[in-house]
């Protein structure tokens, strides 16, 4: 997707919350949209992190394939590998068990609401994270997917912010 259009997508969600709250008026505090600035900040950090280390520990990278090919044939170096193996699948369960804790703890403790915009911004994330494991290159202004899904993916991560202000407006 272009980057001028990625801004626009972007500066049209924003514009949707901002008409939001003119719609709303009185009835919304600024509290709430602090809380709610806060809370998007907060959720898109935690939930990318550990959806990052979950995608990234089931799925190789290119690099990693590629050295564990080379080091077929040393005996020290295939026992090294199966031990690193084994630690990346016990830290993959691990972060994977956190993310559902994470999940439940918002629902526990907000409602769901805030689980749905936390639950988007990740699903967001994943097209992109999904293209970094696959090329090795870190998602730019310039160089980052195109294409439709790309699109939704912004949609989507700049959708959680509207559904985050009215969980917590209602909650």
Known sequence: MNPWAKAAVQGAACGLVFGVVVLIGGRLWWPILVKTAVGYVVLMLVGINILGVV???LLPTPEM???QARMADSPFMQEA????KRLNVGLTLFF???GLAY????FRFWNIGVVAAAVMLMLGRLPDLLWEIRTGRKVTLYDAPKG???LLATLLSWGALPVLLFALYRG
């Open 81 to 84: 590998v199966a031990r690193d």
């Open 148 to 150: 439709l899904r790309s």
């Open 96 to 98: 994977a068990a956190l």
């Open 55 to 57: 995608v990234r520990g």
């Open 103 to 106: 999940l439940y703890a918002l």
């Open 65 to 67: 394939r590629e050295l």
